[in-house]
């Protein structure tokens, strides 16, 4: 027996016309009307069918058009976006002085946080280094100095200064932020009370520096105080390339253009240098060369001196400039 062949499935238009030539051919084949109520059935059954898919149709393609272009933020959304803030999370407020939260800090909450630090430094006294240094009395002291003859990174060896409160806050924040290549894998602490918490326990462990004075609060319309800033002694050696071309910096190092600076940091301005000629306006000046005056000086030194000989126009950025001066600091 032969096989069914099934037919090809048809679009509602065509499904549509093939009964109305369907209800024809019975038509000639009946002339007595036995069909015709049959045959007028399917043709608006067909119309019907088709009338309803083309009502869908535009149904659909209305609503993809009217929600075109609207987004709705997710209740809960899959992740959060860092450094962004979110809404009712008070983004325009003005962030606390770090003094604030030395100042309610907790000693046995800094040492629970110290636990974090364990497997690498110890903070008894006469304790051995380990993958990092002891920390017995590290408040005041140098940076990446002594320490039992611990190897530091020369990252850090180049940022100078002494562990204090700023330096440290700094640190355990963002240890590769300080010093770029520093041997130290820890990722830092981000809250600021933690933070402040275990600096409060190193100190009492050997140190005992008194704490900073929480700063006043300004006065409604008061500008806000200037943030010192924290150089990177490491950005800052990148930097000086642009000071190169005139300066050298290595100890012992010849004059150009302009004088040899390595130990300028507290040297006299306008005096010494190999007896390089300065200029009588900066001869004038008097004092010593540190922070506020190297930083003004690299702002614009022909506003810091009238007359000078120095054609530089400037460092604009106060972070760069606060590196090249972190890098000015290392050279001795």
């Given at each position: 027996m032969a096989k069914a062949v099934r037919p090809a499935p048809q679009c509602p238009l065509q499904?549509?016309?093939?009964?109305?030539?369907?209800?024809?051919?019975?038509?000639?084949?009946?002339?007595?009307?036995?069909?015709?109520?049959?045959?007028?059935?399917?043709?608006?059954?067909?119309?019907?069918?088709?009338?309803?898919i083309v009502a869908l149709g535009l149904s659909s393609i209305a609503g993809h058009y009217f929600e075109a272009g609207k987004f709705e933020k997710p209740e809960h959304p899959g992740y959060t976006i860092a450094g962004v803030t979110e809404e009712?999370?008070?983004?325009?407020?003005?962030?606390?002085?770090?003094?604030?939260?030395?100042?309610?800090?907790?000693?046995?909450?800094?040492?629970?946080s110290f636990k974090k630090c364990m497997s690498c430094h110890t903070i008894e006294q006469g304790g051995a280094n380990g993958q990092g240094p002891n920390l017995y009395a590290i408040l005041g002291d140098g940076i990446?100095?002594?320490?039992?003859?611990?190897?530091?990174?020369?990252?850090l060896k180049g940022v100078g200064g002494k562990w204090d409160w700023t330096s440290l806050n700094h640190w355990l924040e963002n240890p590769s932020a300080m010093a770029s290549g520093t041997k130290m894998s820890f990722a830092g602490l981000t809250d600021p009370q933690e933070r402040a918490n275990?600096?409060?326990?190193?100190?009492?462990?050997?140190?005992n520096l008194p704490l900073p004075a929480v700063?006043?609060?300004?006065?409604?319309?008061?500008?806000?105080?200037?943030?010192?800033?924290?150089?990177?002694a490491a950005k800052g050696q990148k930097s000086f390339a642009k000071c190169a071309s005139c300066h050298t910096i290595a100890p012992g190092g010849p004059n150009g253009q302009g004088p040899n600076l390595a130990g300028i940091f507290g040297d006299k301005k306008g005096e010494g240098r190999g007896g390089f000629a300065f200029s009588d306006g900066l001869k004038a000046m008097g004092g010593t060369w540190d922070?506020?005056?190297?930083?003004?000086?690299?702002?614009?030194?022909?506003?810091?001196?009238?007359?000078?000989?120095?054609?530089f126009a400037g460092l604009t950025d106060a972070q760069e400039r606060a590196n090249v001066i972190a890098y000015l600091k290392t050279a001795k």
């Open positions: 499904a549509v016309r093939a009964l109305t030539r369907a209800a024809r051919e019975r038509t000639r084949a009946f002339p007595n009307g036995a069909y015709r109520m049959a045959d007028r059935f399917n043709t608006i059954a067909g119309w019907t069918l088709f009338s309803g009712g999370e008070g983004g325009g407020a003005a962030a606390a002085p770090f003094e604030s939260f030395l100042a309610k800090a907790d000693v046995a909450k800094g040492e629970a990446a100095q002594g320490r039992g003859g611990f190897a530091f990174s020369d990252s275990v600096m409060v326990y190193l100190n009492a462990k050997g140190s700063p006043a609060t300004p006065a409604a319309g008061a500008a806000a105080p200037a943030v010192a800033l924290v150089g990177d922070d506020a005056s190297l930083d003004a000086w690299l702002t614009s030194p022909s506003t810091y001196v009238q007359g000078t000989k120095m054609s």
